[in-house]
């Protein structure tokens, strides 16, 4: 299981730095810098969901994983639950109460009200690839019978990783 994990996400990172011309990003393939435009569709969604922006990118990474280690409940509809959470912002750098849910977050970022430091966000991605599905940290970020289902990834993102939390300045 690990394996495929680590082969998925291979595929993910390398559809990141495919999508990143020579005019953006770094020497390595930075997936975070390239110009505000949209990165080509995700393999198992097949709609644009991944864009330069970190708060989008955290939200399709972290849905992959979760619909990868949950059966009943797929990336897409992920990505539409995730950005109904609340309880989100200081797991990730923000101060606490400034926005209501992480759309409010991909708001702000997109209109250039908040920026994310770009090593901890892709440091950030790195550790919640390292989180298996085994871990009741991811175990528990998904919960199909709760009023907000993914109220648990709060939790997977502010235990699971250490860079997350200094990802946005």
């Known amino acids: 299981m690990n394996r495929l994990i680590n082969i998925v996400f291979m595929l993910f990172a390398l559809q990141l730095l495919s999508s990143c011309d020579s005019n953006c990003g770094t020497v390595t393939g930075n997936p975070f ?4 435009e949209k990165i080509p569709s995700h ?3 097949g709609s644009p969901i991944i864009t330069d ?22 990336a897409t509809e992920c990505n539409n639950e995730f950005l109904n959470i609340t309880n989100i912002d200081t797991e990730i750098g923000l101060s606490s109460g400034v926005y209501t849910s992480f759309s409010d977050i991909q ?6 009200n908040i920026s994310a430091n770009v090593t901890q966000g892709n440091l950030c991605l790195t550790e919640l690839n390292t989180i298996t599905c085994e871990n009741t940290l991811m ?11 993914l109220e648990g990834v709060a939790q997977l993102i502010s235990q699971g990783t250490t860079s997350c939390q200094a990802t946005f300045q």
């Open 33 to 36: 810098s390239c110009a505000k």
């Open 43 to 45: 393999a198992n969604t």
């Open 53 to 74: 922006y970190f708060s989008t990118s955290l939200r399709s990474f972290t849905c992959q994983r979760i619909s990868t280690c949950h059966n009943n409940i797929t």
């Open 107 to 112: 708001v702000a970022e997109q209109n250039n």
């Open 139 to 149: 175990q528990n970020a998904y919960d199909s019978t709760a009023l907000s289902p």
